[in-house]
């Protein structure tokens, strides 16, 4: 037998015929990423059912030098949970392991494995009139496993921080295939270094997450969203300030929006309107919500943001949801904006960040910067001003032809818009990580003093590179 | 010239008069630790007063082999910023770099360097109507640096979180004299790796931190302190769930002391008298405080969570105080059972942490335990109940030698008690961090697998162990 022939003996051996399969039909749907921009190769599929598999699965993958890429929902941005195509690695889903294992209404914890699914998840802490706060697009698919490898954001940051800060404790299988367990929560503990904290975002490369315990808010009692048109960035960073003063901890969501996507949007999905009689430079979306405890205040906070707003001249026209059905239409407005905008012709995007205070000068000077060097194009920035992040597409000029033209000119304005944001002290990932998509690009901007101390820490902890290699981690040049 | 020579002359150059010195007079006041638990010697201390000063020193010490002991306000509780006895170490001390580099109110951000006092900060902060919520008794001495290399806790954890929930960027000298500069905060930035979490509470033995940028927060407008006379721990566990039900995220604070610990220091403190008529076997201490938003509902807060948690018969007795004056007095009984059981005689201290959900449990197990196991002694538990972490003390028997019965009896009593909280799923060290006191008591109760993996990272990033040796990391055995 060849070695891959007698490792994956002993792997079938070990996870049985559940766990294990070579069938390509069964490999073909997880060996391409969702939006079908990455694809590999795999040797097989794994399918490990419990934490005792994943680790004998490991040691074994140790002993046998096979490489291991982690897969949750197969739903992220960065093509992280896709094999390279060599086909010498194994992909490793976490989705059989979906458990439960214990939720805590009265300490507010739940303890879930990787598999389980974020909007599972979501129901089964309303189950306790409880909520996890963070949500985003892929809801239906994304796994604990993997929102927590990849410290996934969404529109909650603003209040209650991305994933890093909902963890408690983790569970993972380390490179030789060793238990980290660290899933008891303590609120205080200072016995060295939080190494959990090394595991969240590191994309599968350090460790595979296989459980964690999460902590729960009290279920939201109410909410009021607010829409805003106002005259530039800056003047909605006035708005967000003024917000945080107004309404402190009740700030969930503030997102802005230009002109030009409003009006993408308003074309591209039927019967839609705008919450606001005429047209503005700058639109703001404006969530607020509260527990049992602060509803009642609500109602009078949203309108007193909003009075106040006005009699301070922080915007032009501005109004309240009056219900809960017009609130889902403002959103749909925000959230429409990605798909309106791809609908209009070919488009590269950018998720990026820099920091808070910045933004409003950033997105003043960088819209012009990258029209006047890559003519008629046109750059739309959009999304969440209140964490310094929005997501930057430059639209191709017209009969850009799909495919062709985001390989060859949406590569240099890719780089172009990098290269801004790193001078401005930003980041080339706020919230979709890095995978295979911007590994070299971190590599050719990143500090090069962290990017030694990324390596250094990856080499110490997997010496082998059998850890999703070919991510996150740009080689040495 | 011998190395040591060479070194010196080097580093005398590089740091000048003020920045370098051998004299054991001025070197004597930093060879101890404040306590008096622990001392060693140096053979230099050195003062530098840039980061790059900090950089090319290590640098230095990096290519003559000198090991580096950084010490901020010399105030840690573990022996962590003293040296060996050895005298091949300098002492760093980061005490000149005390400049706050930026305070931008609008954002709520401040960048100190490490030498920073707490109480200045919280001065800086307080001139622009903001607050810095971690305070502890140390404050001034404690600086920034060490505060974030131990991530210091306090009493206000509970609703704001220990040093590592406050730091938004650091800037730090590593092992091979590079400088980390991570000082520009994002509020969202998934560039792989988080390693600032790695260098916040690695006690040095990673990084020199030189600078960092907190968050701030709205200055308090108004607070209310109540007493509770209650049954046990348990009842004050259901407390404390009616008290986060009801105040929500306006619950800054939840002390609980016994019987015993309020009647100590009744006697010690003179005029001091007890906030309720009857005696009670458990004491609760709630602080609740808001911002200018909340202030106008805090009176009325205060009022329903005292009188629901008496119609729930969650109280034997309680009360509110009636002002300032009076809340201080509340904390002050609080504050001063550490002297007061001190001056019962001789004692061990421990800071330990379980899950919050089974510290009533724990308590009630513990204390018999340890009393039955070591006759005549008394324990106490007292502290944040709110983040499952006590301070647990053992008092000897009457007529124990003090000094020597902590040296023989208490050292047997302290494994005992880490043993029990290690069965609980505790931690050895809630707050204090573990320096020199307690790392021989990680390297016996440590998790092997997470061992190896602070041995690994720690190898990694200080191959020469230079920084901070003998500190935190437990060598193999």
New interface residues.
């Given amino acids: 037998m060849t070695d891959q022939e007698q490792f994956l003996a002993a792997a079938s051996l070990l996870l049985g015929e559940r766990g294990l399969t070579c069938d390509p039909e069964l490999l073909q749907p997880w060996l391409t990423d969702w939006r079908g921009r990455f694809s590999g190769q795999a040797m097989a599929l794994a399918s490990p059912a419990t934490t005792a598999e994943v680790s004998a699965l490991m040691k074994l993958c140790a002993k046998f030098a096979v490489p291991v890429v982690p897969q949750g929902g197969n739903s992220g941005m960065s093509g992280g949970a896709t094999p390279d195509e060599s086909g010498h690695a194994i992909l490793l889903s976490l989705r059989r392991m979906n458990a439960i294992r214990r939720l805590?209404p009265?300490?507010r914890e739940i303890t879930c494995e990787a598999g389980v699914i974020l909007q599972t998840l979501h129901e089964a802490a309303a189950v306790e009139n409880l909520r996890f706060p963070l949500t985003l697009g892929g809801k239906g698919s994304a796994t604990i496993g993997g929102l927590i490898s990849?410290?996934a954001?969404g529109t909650q940051?603003?209040r209650h921080g991305?994933m890093?800060a909902q963890v408690l404790g983790i569970e993972a299988v380390?490179a030789d295939g060793?238990?980290?367990?660290?899933l008891?929560?303590?609120?205080?503990?200072?016995?060295?270094?939080?190494?959990k904290?090394?595991l969240?975002?590191?994309?599968g490369t350090?460790g595979i997450v296989t459980a964690a315990t999460l902590r729960l808010l009290?279920a939201l009692a109410d909410r009021a969203v607010l829409w805003a048109g106002l005259e530039s960035v800056t003047a909605a960073r006035s708005l967000l300030?003024h917000s945080e003063?107004?309404?402190?901890?009740a700030l969930e969501g503030f997102e802005i929006m230009p002109r030009h996507s409003l009006a993408a949007v308003l074309a591209h999905v039927p019967g839609s309107r705008s919450p606001l009689q005429g047209a503005h430079e700058w639109n703001v979306l404006i969530e607020l919500a509260a527990?049992a405890?602060?509803a009642d205040?609500l109602p009078n906070l949203a309108q007193t943001l909003l009075e106040t707003a006005f009699e301070a001249g922080l915007v032009e026209d501005a109004t309240i949801a009056a219900n809960d059905a017009q609130a889902e239409q403002f959103w749909l407005l925000r959230d429409e904006i990605a798909p309106a905008e791809r609908a209009l012709g070919p488009a590269v995007q950018h998720d990026i960040?820099?920091?808070?205070?910045r933004m409003a000068e950033f997105v003043a000077a960088a819209v012009p910067d990258v029209e006047s060097r890559f003519p008629s194009t046109r750059a739309v920035a959009f999304g969440?001003l209140?964490?310094?992040?929005v997501h930057f597409h430059v639209l191709a000029p017209a009969g850009a032809v799909r495919g062709e033209w985001e390989a060859t000119d949406g590569k240099a304005i890719s780089a172009f818009v990098h290269d801004l944001v790193t001078q401005w002290?930003?980041?080339?990932?706020?919230?979709?990580?890095?995978g295979q998509l911007k590994r070299d690009e971190?590599g050719r901007l990143?500090?090069p003093?962290?990017l030694?101390?990324?390596r250094?820490?990856k080499?110490?902890?997997d010496p082998g590179d059998l850890l999703n290699p070919g991510k996150?981690?740009p080689p040495c040049t």
Avoid: Y
């Fill in positions: 805590d009265a300490a990849t410290n954001g940051v603003l991305s890093r380390l060793s238990v980290f367990d660290a008891v929560p303590l609120k205080k503990d200072n016995r060295g270094f939080d190494l904290q090394l969240i975002g590191s994309e350090l009290p300030l003063k107004i309404a402190g901890d527990d405890a602060g205040a960040s820099v920091p808070v205070a969440h209140g964490d310094g992040n002290g930003g980041s080339i990932s706020a919230e979709h990580g890095i971190l990143g500090d003093v962290q030694a101390m990324m250094a820490v080499h110490a902890l996150l981690v």
